[in-house]
């Protein structure tokens, strides 16, 4: 399984990626792509509060939790959906770049799984703090693997 993760800023399109993909699950699941939403709200496994945006928030928790928790979210949607023909979700959230101390262990934890294949990551270069988060994605995408 494939993992597309966009961290975008805000004002810079992403809301309009956000919603196509939304409105468009249907022919994506066709192509064999899922969406997964901001918070994992489109992810088959709901386990976790903060999976519905306006309930608790995800980056108010410790790095090792929200990683874990993110990691058994992505497992049990991927066991789900690579039996309906699924071969990559996508992820797109603007706070990614925003709370780049929660993103890249998370990224980094996603790349060393051997489950899935870290795909790509795309990030909008315009907002204050891209040199941490940058960084923290380039030593991550830096193999032949990607």
Not at 28 to 35: D, I, P, S
Not at 65 to 80: F, H, K, M, S, W
Request: charged residues 15%; contains cysteine; positive net charge.
């Amino acid at each position: 399984m494939k993992i597309i993760i966009h961290i975008g800023a805000g004002k810079t399109g992403t809301s309009s990626i956000q919603m196509t993909l939304k409105e468009n699950q249907q022919e994506l699941h066709k192509l064999g792509f899922h969406y997964m939403g901001l918070v994992f709200e489109h992810a088959t496994t709901k386990k976790f509060a903060w999976q519905n945006q306006h309930a608790v928030n995800f980056f108010a928790m410790d790095n090792a939790r929200a990683c874990n928790e993110v990691l058994e979210v992505i497992d049990g949607t991927i066991e789900q959906l690579s039996k309906k023909g699924i071969h990559t979700i996508i992820w797109s959230n603007e706070s990614l770049l925003k709370q780049s101390s929660k993103t890249i262990p998370i990224l980094q934890t996603l790349k060393k799984n051997t489950t899935y294949k870290l795909s790509h990551t795309f990030v909008n270069m315009n907002h204050g703090s891209i040199q941490h988060i940058f960084s923290g994605v380039s030593n991550i995408n830096n193999t032949k693997e990607n």
